[in-house]
């Protein structure tokens, strides 16, 4: 007597069936096309027809439609209509309006594609918010969630299995119905879970008879069982176990409904991701904005009052917090400070370079020195209080006001041009950054300043600016600027500066400071 098997497992493939031939017309070009043919048959005596076939009795002219990728979706045609040929407008008088109509054809499905995409992008925009009411713990949520989905498909017990940061483990997060020690239970090795695994790849596994399928791996004692994939947008999670307490067979609905489960289940996972993500970003940028608030506050905004120079200064960061400062101030013998610094970094690293740099400064200027001393001590504070990580450009200078002396000392990338009545000077460092070798020997520059000349200081971000085109604007394009506007005031210098560096910078990369000095005429 021959007996009728039983399967006891069954593996659904969640991949799409095999596409069927398409229609003639496809439904992006439905609708009012039919409206238009009528129309144009109407005025021209021809009439304008739409289909995939190359090939149509008595087609005398044709054009292809794109669809939304650019691709030749189907073809226009023009047929001779019942009418006398003497009512029908020339073929080269219909010809040019029937491309500019398949042109249009090819241009809606396109706007079509472009709405769709804005439709899901703006969706996807929406910003996600706790509700007032929206109280309740995720394991409360969890386990409604499973129970339902138990209940739905005739199951007794669920459980929710989550991957760990290495892919390696699962381990029970959420369970219904089944006993509260397994939530202690050490995680399960992914390794040899077949179940699991083939769940993971994308295919729903359904275990008629667990008792006959040990191999599988069944996490809970249960006579049958379904496990389905917890997926998130981009990676896997975890598993999704429903356990029946007698053997049984699910129905391809009962399937769909459980991997619906899941895909809520991931959802929240998700969400919750996003709500504890978006609150720690929200407490970053308030910490961020304090922290650029706090260096703008740092750079002088009263000019000093000296008879004969202006001085103005501007810095723009790339981001919230930049590397980039200037600063300036009258010594106790009268003598003008100037100083504009660039510290190496990103972000938080360069914020705080600048202010040690900055604070450096303040402190050794307290004391006699001259521009090439103060960079040495502060290229030996830089070094004996750092990892040796820590590295900024400096320009420091000194002016007497009395008769326009300059002394003026660069380290690193400072860079500064010395604007004459006659000619221009480019003044470029020969050192390395500060906090890069602490027994770095800097050179002072001495310079006169006579009336109506201009000092222009500048940060490597300033002097690696673009144009429109993508060309570096060089420090000479910078000094011709400079010489065409003699007259201007320092502040009218550096409005023009700014407009220069500005134009190219779409994206800007890098810090940019300039610090401009004049002797008035």
Aim: net charge negative; charged share 20%; with cysteine.
């Amino acid at each position: 007597m021959t007996k009728k098997s039983v399967s006891s497992l069954s593996l659904l493939n969640d991949s799409l069936p095999a596409p069927t031939e398409s229609a003639p017309k496809s439904p992006a070009l439905a609708g009012t096309f039919e409206q238009l043919a009528a129309s144009f048959s109407l005025v021209s005596g021809w009439e304008l027809t739409i289909g995939r076939s190359a090939m149509e009795a008595g087609r005398v002219w044709s054009a292809p439609v794109d669809n939304a990728d650019g691709q030749p979706q189907s073809v226009l045609s023009l047929l001779p209509t019942d009418e006398p040929a003497t009512s029908r407008l020339p073929l080269e008088q219909v010809r040019p309006l029937a491309l500019a109509i398949a042109n249009l054809l090819s241009e809606k499905a396109r706007l079509q594609r472009a709405v769709l995409e804005r439709e899901a992008e703006l969706a996807a925009g929406v910003p996600v918010a706790v509700r007032p009411d929206d109280a309740e713990h995720l394991a409360v949520r969890l386990a409604a969630i499973l129970k339902g989905g138990a209940d739905a498909v005739g199951c007794q017990a669920a459980g929710l299995y989550l991957l760990d940061e290495t892919t390696s483990t699962l381990k029970l997060r959420a369970a219904h119905n089944l006993p509260l020690e397994r939530m202690l239970a050490p995680a399960r090795s992914l390794r040899g879970a077949m179940a699991d695994l083939e769940a993971l790849v994308g295919q729903a596994v359904v275990l008629e008879d667990t008792a006959i399928l040990p191999h599988w791996k069944c996490p809970e004692n249960f006579p049958a069982a379904i496990c389905v994939p917890i997926s998130g947008s981009s990676t896997p999670l975890g598993t999704l176990w429903l356990f029946a307490e007698t053997s049984r067979d699910f129905t391809s609905e009962q399937t769909n409904l459980v991997e619906i489960i899941a895909g809520r289940i991931a959802a929240d996972l998700e969400r919750e991701m996003l709500l504890t993500e978006g609150a720690r970003s929200k407490s970053r940028e308030k910490h961020l904005e304090s922290a650029a608030r706090w260096q703008a506050s740092r750079l002088p905004n009263v000019t000093p009052l000296l008879d004969d120079f202006e001085v103005a200064g501007w810095t723009l960061q790339a981001d919230d917090i930049g590397g980039d400062f200037y600063d300036w101030s009258v010594l106790a013998d009268g003598r003008l400070s100037i100083s504009l610094g660039d510290a190496q970094g990103k972000l938080i690293e360069a914020g705080l370079g600048a202010a040690a740099v900055q604070a450096a400064v303040k402190s050794h200027a307290a004391y006699e020195h001259t521009p090439s001393q103060l960079l040495s001590r502060v290229n030996e504070t830089l070094w004996t209080t750092s990892a040796g990580d820590q590295f900024s450009s400096l320009a420091y200078g000194l002016l007497n006001p009395a008769d326009g002396h300059l002394e003026l000392s660069l380290s690193g990338a400072a860079a500064a041009i010395h604007v004459r009545r006659s000619d221009r000077e480019v003044l470029k460092s020969t050192t390395l950054a500060l906090g890069t070798d602490p027994e770095t020997r800097f050179e002072t520059l001495s310079r006169r300043m006579h009336p109506g000349e201009f000092l222009i200081v500048l940060s490597e971000g300033a002097q690696s600016a673009v144009d429109e085109g993508g060309l570096r604007i060089s420090e000479l394009a910078l000094a011709s600027l400079v010489s065409n506007n003699l007259r201007d005031t320092a502040d009218g210098i550096l409005a023009k500066v700014r407009r220069l560096l500005d134009r190219g910078q779409a994206s800007q990369s890098e810090d940019m400071t300039v610090l401009v000095i004049k002797r008035r005429m």
